[in-house]
C-alpha cells in the first residue's frame, strides 16, 4: 500500500510513502509522540513509584 | 575472439563503464568505511553501560544500567527527527538557513539509490550524538530521576552538540570561517560541550546522600572496580570508531582529509591516537595511583589531543596527554572540594580536558593553514572557541536542570535514594542470589 515506486528503472528514492510528503510527515509526528510518551510514561511510573518514599 | 577493429567510440565507452564501475565500488567503499565505524562505537555505549553499572553502588546498578540503554534509545530517534536538520540549518549561528533536505520528511532521509552518503553519515553523527548523552549519564548516577536524564539527554545528544558542531564542524560552520577553528577529533564539539553541560546539571541536581560530610568530600566505591576498568577499556576500542568516522573518505583522487578538507590520513589519527592513550594512563597513573583514574587516564590522554590529532608530533601528543592526565586528576579533586559530586569524572575528563584540548591546538599548531579561504590556526581563535564551546553546553544544561528541579523532577526522594533506586523504581535486583546465605560444602554433601 506505501509503495512509492512502480519500476526499478532510474529509481532514487524508494521508500514506502517516499511520493508522500504528508504520510511522511504524520509518521514523523508519531516518531516524536512514541519519545514524548516514552519519557511521560516513565515520568508517571516515578511519580507512583516515588509516592510513598516523600 | 573478436576480430572488429576497436573504434575511438568504442574505446571511449569501454572506458566511461570501467570509471562507473570504479566510481559505484568507491561509494560503496566510503559507505563501508563509516558503517563499521558506526558499529565500533557501539562499543562506546557497552563501554559507559559497564562502567557506569560498575560505578554504581549495587542497589542502583541497574538504575543506572536502563537509563544508559534508554538514552540511545531516544537519541537516535530525536537526532533524525531534528539533530541532522540543526547540524546543517545552523552553521552561521542562531538564525536557521534553508536545509529542508534534513527534516526527516525530505526524500533524502531514508533509502535512496542514488543517495550513499546522507543515511551513513546520519548514523555516524547520531552515534557521537549518543556519546555526549552517555558522557552525562555516568556524573549523575544514584540520584537523578530517569525521566529528568532522557529530557536532558535529549536536549544534549540531538541539539546541543550538534549545534556546536553546525558551528565548529561544517564546512561553513562561522567558528571555522570566521576564527579558522581546529578540531578533528572532537575534544570541543563533543567531548567540552558534553562535559560543561553535565557540570551545569550536577550543580543543580547536588551530590550523592552521604559524599560530603561537614563539607568534605567521602569515598563511594564502586560497586565493581573491575566492570568500570572493563567498560573503560570498552570504551576505549570504541573510540577508534569516533575518530575514524571524524575523517572523511573522500573519492577521485582527494583521498582523506579532516571535516575541514585538509589533507591528513588514517595514519596520521593512528599515530597520535595510541600516544595520547599511553600518556593519559600515564599521567592519571602517576597523579592518582588509583585503578578508575589509571583507567580514565587512556580518555583523558586521547581526549586531550584528539583536537590536533592530524597535526602533533607524536612525542608531543604523549607529552600533552601525560601532562593532561596528571592535571586532569588534580581537577577533579578541585571540584569535588568545591561540592561538586561527579560520580565518575565525567566534568574532567570529558569538559576540562576538552576544553584544554582546543586551546593547545592553538598553542602548539598556530599558524598552521586552513584551505578553501578560512582563516589560519591561531590561539587566539582556538581560546575563543573553546569558551564558546563551554558556554553553549553549560547555559542549557543549568538552565533546564534548573527548570527541572523547581518542578521537583530532577532528584529522586530522599528515601528512595536512602533503599535504592533499583527496588524502588526499577522492581529488579541486579544480584538476587545475594540475599540467599550460601551453603557450606558439608550441607550441600547432605551432612
Known amino acids: ?54 | 575472439m573478436s576480430t572488429e577493429t576497436p573504434t575511438l567510440e568504442s574505446l571511449q565507452a569501454a572506458l566511461d563503464a570501467q570509471q562507473a564501475v570504479f566510481e559505484m565500488h568507491q561509494s560503496m567503499n566510503v559507505e563501508v568505511f563509516y558503517w563499521w565505524c558506526t558499529a565500533i562505537m557501539v562499543m562506546i555505549h557497552a563501554g559507559f553501560l559497564a562502567y557506569e553499572m560498575g560505578a554504581s553502588r549495587s542497589k542502583n546498578a541497574l538504575a543506572a544500567g536502563i537509563k544508559n540503554v534508554l538514552a540511545l534509545a531516544v537519541i537516535i530517534p530525536t537526532f533524525y527527527l531534528f539533530g541532522w536538520w540543526i547540524y546543517n540549518a545552523f552553521p552561521g549561528g542562531l538564525i536557521p538557513a534553508e536545509a529542508s533536505a534534513a527534516l526527516p520528511w525530505a526524500q533524502s532521509m531514508g533509502p535512496d539509490v542514488q543517495d550513499m552518503g546522507t543515511g551513513i553519515f546520519w548514523a555516524a553523527f547520531a552515534l557521537f550524538g549518543a556519546t555526549t548523552g552517555s558522557i552525562l549519564s555516568g556524573a549523575v548516577i544514584e540520584r537523578i530521576r530517569v525521566s529528568a536524564f532522557l529530557i536532558l539527554t535529549v536536549v544534549l545528544g540531538s541539539a546541543v552538540w550538534i549545534l556546536a558542531g553546525a558551528w565548529g564542524w561544517h564546512p561553513d560552520g562561522w567558528l571555522l570561517t570566521e576564527l579558522g577553528y581546529h578540531d578533528v577529533g572532537a575534544s570541543g564539539v563533543v567531548h567540552a560541550v558534553a562535559g560543561f553541560f553535565t557540570l551545569g546539571v550536577l550543580m543543580n541536581l547536588g551530590a550523592r546522600k552521604g559524599k560530603f560530610i561537614n563539607g568534605i568530600a567521602q569515598a563511594i566505591p564502586p560497586h565493581n572496580l573491575p566492570m568500570t576498568l572493563i567498560g573503560l577499556m570498552m570504551i576505549i576500542f570504541g573510540f577508534f570508531g569516533f575518530l575514524g568516522g571524524c575523517i572523511i573518505f573522500n573519492g577521485g583522487e582527494t583521498g582523506w582529509t579532516t571535516i575541514y578538507n585538509t589533507p591528513t590520513n588514517l595514519s596520521a589519527f593512528a599515530f597520535n591516537t595510541l600516544m595520547g592513550f599511553a600518556g593519559g594512563v600515564i599521567g592519571c597513573y602517576i597523579a592518582s595511583r588509583d585503578p578508575f583514574w589509571t583507567m580514565s587516564g587512556g580518555l583523558c590522554g586521547i581526549i586531550s589531543v584528539a583536537a590536533g590529532l592530524d597535526l602533533y608530533d607524536p612525542g608531543l601528543a604523549f607529552i600533552i596527554a601525560t601532562t593532561m592526565g596528571f592535571i586532569a586528576v588534580k581537577a577533579a579533586q578541585t571540584l569535588e572540594k568545591a561540592g561538586i559530586d561527579d560520580a565518575v569524572g565525567a566534568v574532567t575528563v570529558h569538559g576540562f580536558v576538552g576544553f584544554v584540548a582546543v586551546i593547545l591546538v592553538g598553542v602548539f599548531a598556530g599558524g598552521t593553514p586552513n584551505v578553501d579561504g578560512n582563516p589560519e590556526i591561531s590561539l587566539y581563535g582556538q581560546t575563543v572557541s573553546a569558551l564558546v564551546m563551554a558556554v553553549v553546553g553549560f547555559l542549557p544544561g543549568y538552565l533546564i536542570s534548573y527548570a527541572l528541579k523547581k518542578a521537583d523532577m530532577l532528584r529522586v526522594p530522599d528515601k528512595a535514594e536512602d533503599i535504592g533506586i533499583d527496588e524502588v523504581e526499577i522492581l529488579a535486583k541486579p544480584y538476587p542470589e545475594t540475599d540467599v546465605p550460601a551453603k557450606t560444602s558439608l550441607e550441600t554433601q547432605g551432612a
Not at chain 1, 517516499?18 to 519519545?35: K, M, Y
Request: glycine residues 6%; negative net charge.
Open chain 1, 1 to 54: 500500500m506505501g509503495t512509492s515506486i512502480t519500476s526499478w528503472e532510474n529509481v532514487s528514492a524508494y521508500f514506502t510513502f517516499a511520493d508522500n510528503p504528508l504520510a511522511l510527515v504524520l509518521f514523523s509526528i508519531g516518531a516524536a509522540a512514541i519519545v514524548a510518551g516514552l519519557i511521560s510514561t516513565i515520568k508517571k511510573h516515578e511519580d507512583k513509584a516515588f509516592e510513598e518514599y516523600k
